[in-house]
């Protein structure tokens, strides 16, 4: 059974960074879609960074370009999420989602079927 636990969330200020962990476990597959997303009070779930850990690729959301780096560590079997340059908009419970194998819309939520239970961010100005 696929399990993800997320880890790392807090608060910060404006300008601060963090990095969250996603602790996997549960699968064989050398090659997964992974991806972290984030959701906000009153807002739908988004995408914010995605990595097919066969191959490496990585994408991002346009608003996290640049800000955010997402890595995996296989020996670890976790995958992370590192945040500088936070926002205020960035506040929100970040979730961590696992696919077997390639997703045609990286982050596209309802392309992934495991989820972890999130790790609450808090951007203050």
């Known amino acids: 059974q696929v399990q993800l636990v997320e880890s790392g969330g807090g608060s910060v200020q404006a300008g601060g960074s963090l990095r969250l962990s996603c602790a996997v476990s549960g699968y064989t597959d050398r090659s997964v879609s992974m991806a972290w997303f984030r959701q906000g009070p009153g807002n739908e779930r988004e995408g914010v960074a995605f990595?097919?850990?066969?191959?490496?690729?990585?994408y991002y959301a346009d608003s996290v370009k640049g800000r955010f780096t997402i890595s995996q560590d296989n020996a670890k079997n976790t995958l992370y999420l590192q945040m500088n340059s936070l926002k205020p908009e960035d506040t929100a419970m970040y979730y961590c989602a696992l696919n077997r194998g390639w997703v045609r819309y990286p982050l596209a939520p309802a392309f992934y079927a495991y989820w972890g239970q999130g790790t609450q961010v808090t951007v203050s100005s």
């Open positions: 990595i097919y850990t066969g191959a490496g690729n990585t």
